[in-house]
Nanobody, 126 residues
Framework: QVQLVESGGGLVQAGGSLRLSCVGS????????MGWFRQAPGKEREFLAAITWTGANTLYADSVKGRFTISRDSAKSTVFLQMNSLKPEDTADYFC???????????????????WGKGTLVTVSS
């Protein structure tokens, strides 16, 4: 069993930055690819970024490429999402997830995602 706990959300002004963290527990945590997703009220869940279990490869959604950076510290069982140049449309609940590969995570299908965190709220004011 793997448990994921996100933190780092909050209220920020447009143009600001936030760094989200996702701490994983469980023996198998470091064997999973990890991803970040978000869901705004009334909208579908959106894939944002994913990283391989080694940290060597990443994938990004076009909507956040160049503004968001995913990284992981396997020694600390933590995955990060650095978010810069935030916009009001980035307001959402942000979730981390564990899956078999970055490609599987990018598909954004429940069938391929093994574990989810409970989320952290990011609010960007204009």
């Amino acid at each position: 069993q793997v448990q994921l706990v996100e933190s780092g959300g909050g209220l920020v002004q447009a143009g600001g930055s936030l760094r989200l963290s996702c701490v994983g527990s469980g023996r198998r945590f470091t064997s999973f690819a990890m991803g970040w997703f978000r869901q705004a009220p009334g909208k579908e869940r959106e894939f944002l970024a994913a990283i391989t279990w080694t940290g060597a490869n990443t994938l990004y959604a076009d909507s956040v490429k160049g503004r968001f950076t995913i990284s992981r510290d396997s020694a600390k069982s933590t995955v990060f999402l650095q978010m810069n140049s935030l916009k009001p449309e980035d307001t959402a609940d942000y979730f981390c997830a564990a899956g078999g590969s970055t490609t599987i995570l990018r598909r954004n299908s429940d069938d391929g995602i093994d574990y989810w965190g409970k989320g952290t709220l990011v609010t960007v004011s204009s």
